[in-house]
C-alpha cells in the first residue's frame, strides 16, 4: 500500500518560512508526479503545487504562486515544499500525494497521510 508520512509543519508568523517534506513508499516514486495539497478548517482539500516526475516541469495554484517552491529527491522519495512569505490564509493541513498523469491539479490515488500541520500567525 502507499504510505505518505508528511513533517516540517510548525507555527510561524506571517512573512516566515516553514520547509516541508514528504517521504512516500509503496510506489514507484520516480515513475509519479508528486504534489501537495491543503485542508483548511472548513474548506475542501485543495491543490497546492505539484511537480512533474523527472522534476522538469512544477505548476502552482495561484495563491501561491511566488512564494512556495516544490521540489524532489527521487533517489531519496522525498518531496519538498518551501514555503517562504507566509501568510495566515496559507493555515491548513498539508498533505502531499502522487498527481495525476492527465490532471496536474488533482490527486493520483485516494490514500492520504496524516498530513502536517501549518499555521500562520497574524
Known amino acids: 500500500q502507499v504510505q505518505l508520512v508528511e513533517s516540517g509543519g510548525g507555527l510561524a508568523q506571517a512573512g516566515g518560512s516553514l520547509r516541508l517534506s514528504c517521504v512516500a513508499s509503496g510506489l514507484t516514486f520516480s515513475a509519479k508526479n508528486m504534489g501537495w495539497f491543503r485542508q483548511a478548517p472548513g474548506k475542501e482539500r485543495e491543490f497546492v503545487t505539484s511537480i512533474h516526475l523527472t522534476g522538469s516541469d512544477s505548476y502552482y495554484a495561484e495563491s501561491v504562486k511566488g512564494r512556495f517552491t516544490i521540489s524532489r529527491d527521487n533517489a531519496k522519495n522525498t518531496v519538498y515544499l518551501q514555503m517562504d512569505s507566509l501568510k495566515p490564509e496559507d493555515t491548513a493541513v498539508y498533505y502531499c500525494?502522487?498527481?495525476?498523469?492527465?490532471?496536474?491539479?488533482?490527486?493520483?490515488?485516494?490514500?492520504w497521510g496524516q498530513g502536517t500541520q501549518v499555521t500562520v500567525s497574524s
Open positions: 500525494n502522487t498527481v495525476s498523469d492527465t490532471d496536474y491539479r488533482r490527486p493520483g490515488q485516494p490514500y
